[in-house]
């Protein structure tokens, strides 16, 4: 982590011994119980976006993930594993938490299973998150808030876990979250995005056979792209998807398809946002 940011913006990684008043966890289920212990040790609040931490890469399991409301702040504990058995210490970790996204992405490069995909947080500040198997190796997990928010990470080790807690900030989304529709999720474009060619898609899915298909039409209905890419998983986790795509001339207004078509019907599931000509 950057120690040149100024302490009181910077989120912090506390190491904690032990935690042996911590609920334990059932594996591949989020469960309302959050983690109480380690909340004394935690640092500041920060925005910055990004983080790094942990130790060596024992660790190779997404057990569960846990998710609780305090006073201020709501946590999300991701139990971490060696095979099915909980892990000693966190293995190393980066964070990415783009400044006015509304996500918060906890990179894992060691995980190469879990015990869970995905799941809802209720009505607060968080609203969901996607385990995702990521391009490069390992996994990582995107976590969607409602609201702009400030955060803070924790390492719990004997067992393995990593806290992060959201507090709601002030300001504005500086743009639409990602669109999530079916089994589809487009981190890019955005809805309403000015596009230009040559265009990057890009995302996750888990649709049938990893098989994501892409269209881009004008106002008027009409296609002007088309093209099926695979993700890199579909039947463990979500799997990665992106594809670049050679573009004619644009019109000013069009809408961009991703998802499925169904075998049996020829309907379409999936994500359909509005886009702009550059």
Known sequence: MDTSVDAESRPEAAAVATAEDQPESTVGVASSDAAEAGAGAAGPFGSEPRAEGGDGFEADTLLAVRHGAHEGFERVVLDLGAGE????VVPRWTLDSPEGDRLLRVNLSSANATGIS???FGDGLLKSFHVV??????M???VFARRCFRYRVLELTEPARLVVDFRPAGGSPKEPPPAVG????LLEPRPGAEISDPLTVSGYSRNFEASNTIVLKNDE????????VLANDWSSTWGYFEATLNLPPL???GTLKVGTESARDGSFEGVEIPVRGG
């Open 251 to 253: 019109p000013n207004k």
């Open 118 to 120: 995905d799941g809802g």
């Open 140 to 142: 990582f997990m995107d």
């Open 221 to 228: 209905g009409d296609t002007l792209v088309r093209e099926t």
């Open 182 to 185: 079916g089994e589809t999720v």
């Open 133 to 138: 198997r990521a391009p490069e190796g390992g």
């Open 85 to 88: 058995e909980p892990a000693g």
